[in-house]
């Protein structure tokens, strides 16, 4: 019972026994009576603590990686364009303020956090950058790292280059290659370890398709053998061209719920193999596996297999991927729910029609300017074209949700950038892969839509590209495309994250980059470049261009000058004497390029260093290797700079 005020004096607390603390009872000591402001105290304390939780729990917000607190699902756009994390969803309803309700024309009384907002507003400038690490970082066959000395040697300098993390691919025809629900991490056990050990994060793309076949594919990783067999005794179950052509890179969407993988759909088999990441690696999320990129597609893309090397050449069109029996059934009953079942059975196109994959626009019937593509038939055809891969995405990601509920990983997805034929009225490279966008219509909105819906982040590539680099015939506005897909995203609210589609080591390519990833007064959430190899860490101006852009990535401007050593490497020649070190020639018209404080490369200068300081070389590189040894433990060997 609360204490009652005295009507004799207000000030005074009522006499009553039962209203009064036991300090103030008849008999009570005068030291439990001068006590009696203790309770105050502590209530009051422990409002102020309740005040400052609460303030605490309105801001959520921080970099990418960085600890958060536990939530469900990634971080979403705010109001003022920066990241916050969404209310819980287990339960307990999100923490508000208990201070009362805001007079009219007032604001309601809430703590002012200047000092945490200004760090977060600090990082939204800043672009997190991570590398792609070779296709074959884990061996197809036994299941171990390649070369993981080198490896970690690589993963080392990236460090010190100021690389956020690196991003891998996590293969589905290793993992799970021995039998359905058999699977070994292994070799990925090896890699999460490295790479925690190095002190870096971890991009995981749940890859669900085949390496081999497309433009950058250096191995080949097929889906597991016991998939394989099951479509040699199903083509149905492949993606089919009009000539029926079956590829194998993919399962087609539309056998998603059908029952022929042993007892499980394709949707069911990508739930268990990513359920089986999580359970394996849920100490190091989100520590060090910051992300997890959902595979949709070939290339790990939302798209369709429209433009396959072995028959496609750039920069034709394509072809529709929808002539197996699934897509077909799910086409007709389309057509009959619409009201237009006789549309089920005269589409997809005809062959003559749409022509062969290497054909331009305006040598198709379909796609050249009044053409088909423009009539109501068609119209019906392709919005359930590019729905049903919609479809496909949102049935995948529920499931990625539902599996990484709580971990408060970021999931991602990746958005093909076909660029070329986006000149024309039609569109009809990027039609054909499944992405509904024409002169009149926008195509990447309702995937934007999607995407936030889910709460999962939108990866687009080419950002390394500008329109005036390709050849005007392919009709490419790659530049474009990239704004178009930034404005789409920050209108349904929805994270973008970005790739370069091609390796690039110019200075041009990395402005492309950056003016890419920070234009328009917000940056991207993250950028990955592809990708870490021999061509990168070239010791020479390759690898010195790229700590470059890293340089300015983290601090979100062009530097003019950059002086940077080139990075370390074992030499071959033990215990010999180091011989001259050689430049690579230089153009006129590049960058400058600094080296210990002169300008050795860079317009007007074609100089080779033939006689360095072999005492200050010898005292630079005990320096790096005390500078290492510091992070990583006494146990990491620096390697010396390679001479030609």
Known sequence: MPPTRSRRSPGSVSSSPEACPPCCVAGASPTARRRAPLPSVVLTVLSLLGLFSAAVGEFQGGP?????????GPPQPSDNGLPSRPALEMGEPRRRWRGGPAKAGERPNRPKLTKMRCKSEDWAKKVPLFVMLPLDTVHPENNTLNQPDLLRERLVELKRAGCEGVMADIWWGIVEQKGPLMYDWSGYDELVSMVADVGLKLQAVMSFHQCGGNVG???????????????ESNHEVWYTDMDRNRNTEYISLGADHARVFYGRTPLEMYRDLMQSFADRYLHFIPDVIIEAQIGLGPAGEMRYPSYPLKHWSFPGTGQFQCYDKYMRKDLIQTAIKCGKPDLGLVWPPHPDD???????????????DGGIWETPEADFFLKWYSSALIRHGEEVLKHAVNVFKGTNILLAAKVAGIHWQAATNSHAAEVTAGYYRTVNRDGYGPIAQMFARQGVMFDFTCLEMSNSEIPEWARSRPADLVQLVKLKTAEKRCLMAGENALPRHDRKGYEKMQEACLSGGKSIASFTYLRLGHDLMDDGPNWMEFTRFAAEMAHCKVLPTWSAPPPVRQSRRAGSHAPPLVFHHHEDGDSPVYFGGRQIMGPGVRRTITEPDLDAWEAAKQRRQKSVQGELGTGVQVRECVRE
Do not use: I, K, M
Request: with cysteine.
């Open 64 to 72: 990418l990686g960085a600890p958060q607190p536990l939530t469900n």
């Open 354 to 368: 749409v022509g062969v994959y290497s054909w331009a626009p305006e040598h198709t019937t379909f796609f050249r």
């Open 217 to 231: 594919d250096e191995c080949t990783v097929t889906l597991p053998p016991w998939v394989l067999r099951v479509g």
